[in-house]
Antibody, heavy 122, light 106 residues
């Protein structure tokens, strides 16, 4: 059974940093592209970024709104995906979901984690 | 960026109704479109991929279709558990983008 469990969400001041983790199980982690998607309170879904699979060197893509501030990484030995968030802004307040893509390039999102709440406020 | 225009933003329906939600892409996405269902306080759940293929375990009353850059999600015979918010998502090009959502209410 595929499971994605996020952790690390917290209240942080503007300008601060936070790292989210996503523990993956039930599939071969290195084979799949993985995304981070966020949802601000009462709002729609916004794609944050992507980590490609091992065959593509775990290369990354980012939304313009977070590029240069957020970094996506993986630890293959722990089957974990990470989102390092720096220079946080109030508009980054959201639930952050870890999402598995069904395979590699052009693959659809098929499993979502429950999410981790990040609140940026003074 | 590819814009996904979803309509309506909300609709009221009754159990047993047929419901149709549409999504239009601002450019061609080669049917790389997913439909997601989200219930309050829960993570989204993937229903359809490739515009018309059902994810495993999704009831057959859900169906998807496409015509060029126009995509449709249809729910035949709406069930109580179908009252939720539905989103479309394109995964053809970066940044991946979502429609604004359709809230299906009683």
């Amino acid at each position: 059974e595929v499971q994605l469990v996020e952790s690390g969400g917290d209240l942080v001041q503007p300008g601060g940093s936070l790292r989210l983790s996503c523990a993956a199980s039930g599939f071969t982690f290195s084979d799949h592209y993985m995304d981070w998607v966020r949802q601000a309170p009462g709002k729609g879904l916004e794609w944050v970024g992507r980590s490609r699979n091992k065959a593509n060197d775990y290369s990354t893509e980012y939304a313009a709104s977070v590029k240069g501030r957020f970094i996506i990484s993986r630890d293959e030995s722990k089957n974990s995906l990470y989102l390092q968030m720096n220079s946080l802004r109030t508009e980054d307040t959201a639930v952050y979901h870890c999402v598995r893509a069904s395979g590699g390039s052009y693959s659809d999102p098929d499993y979502w984690g429950q999410g981790s709440l990040v609140t940026v406020s003074s | 960026d590819i814009q996904m225009t979803q309509s309506p933003s909300s609709l009221s329906a009754s159990v047993g109704d047929r419901v149709t939600i549409t999504c239009r892409a601002s450019q061609g996405i080669s049917n790389r479109l997913a439909w997601l269902q989200q219930k309050p306080g829960k993570a989204p759940n993937s229903l359809i991929y490739g515009a018309s293929s059902l994810q495993s375990g999704v009831p057959s009353r859900f169906s998807g279709s496409s015509s060029g850059t126009h995509f449709t999600l249809t729910i035949d015979s709406l069930q109580p558990e179908d009252f939720a918010t539905y989103f479309c998502q394109q995964y053809h090009d970066y940044p991946l983008t979502f429609g604004g959502g359709t809230k299906v209410e009683i």
